[in-house]
């Protein structure tokens, strides 16, 4: 089994900040099928990157994913009071497939 | 527009079983894998199963492997999930989410359901 590991646990930013979220893998991610999550109280998880670097549909620019292996980057380059939540990364290309404990981004 | 909608939770006693049910609309949806995810009570997501476009393949995780079963039915659009000797850490928000293509690996979720909650407790 593949373990994500999010760092840090709690993000403490402004708005107009950027926030640079790290995930860590046990082992390497096959053809970065990596994939990354947000989720503000009382919803669903929204789909934000995957293929580690491919932004989802309607997905602002400001948020970017970076690496490969085992280590990836989820980058807000400036944060947008709505961007204030947790965000997950997911390994889909194993099974099981996982997530990892997730990032809280809250205002500081 | 894709909607994916859970049923079937609830309050049910340890070792007791409890089917849930996701309608899926606004795609062709044996096209795509499905998954079952769940998020117990201020917790992280975590992945519980999920099967190909055809059945063909099929997956647990290990926690609810042996206890858990997985099923679609095309024709009607639905996904299953048969849970059966509940414990206490089952108790969690089970969420639906669509892969973004047929196979069980390789494909992220795209589209997510609000979720149905499952609560065993005696």
């Known amino acids: 089994e593949i373990v994500l590991t999010q760092s840090p646990g709690t993000l403490s930013l402004s708005p107009g900040e950027r926030a640079t979220l790290s995930c860590r893998a046990s082992?390497?991610?096959?053809?970065?099928?990596l994939a990354w999550y947000q989720q503000k109280p009382g919803q669903a998880p929204r789909l934000l990157i995957y293929?580690?670097?491919s932004r989802a549909t309607g997905i602002p620019d400001r948020f970017s994913g970076s690496g490969s292996g085992t280590d990836f980057t989820l980058t807000i380059s400036r944060l947008e009071p709505e961007d204030f939540a947790v965000y997950y990364c997911?390994?889909?290309?194993?099974?099981?497939?996982?997530f990892g404990g997730g990032t809280k981004v809250e205002i500081k | 527009e894709v909607q994916l909608v859970e049923s079937g939770g609830g309050l049910v006693q340890p070792g007791r079983s409890l089917r849930l049910s996701c309608a899926a609309s606004?795609?062709?949806?044996?096209?795509?894998?499905m998954h079952w995810v769940r998020q117990a009570p201020g917790k992280g997501l975590e992945w519980v199963s999920g099967?190909?476009?055809?059945?063909?393949?099929?997956g647990y995780a290990d926690s609810v492997k042996g206890r858990f079963t997985i099923s679609r039915d095309n024709a009607k659009n639905s996904l299953y999930l048969q849970m059966n000797s509940l414990r206490a850490e089952d108790t969690a928000l089970y969420y639906c989410?669509?892969?973004?293509?047929?196979?069980?690996?390789?494909?992220?979720?795209?589209?997510w359901g609000q979720g149905t909650l499952v609560t065993v407790s005696s």
């Open positions: 293929a580690a670097s």
């Open positions: 997911q390994q889909y290309g194993s099974s099981p497939l996982t």
């Open positions: 082992q390497s991610v096959s053809s970065s099928y």
């Open positions: 989410a669509k892969a973004a293509g047929w196979e069980l690996l390789r494909y992220y979720f795209d589209y």
């Open positions: 606004g795609f062709t949806f044996d096209d795509y894998a």
């Open positions: 099967i190909s476009w055809n059945s063909g393949s099929i």
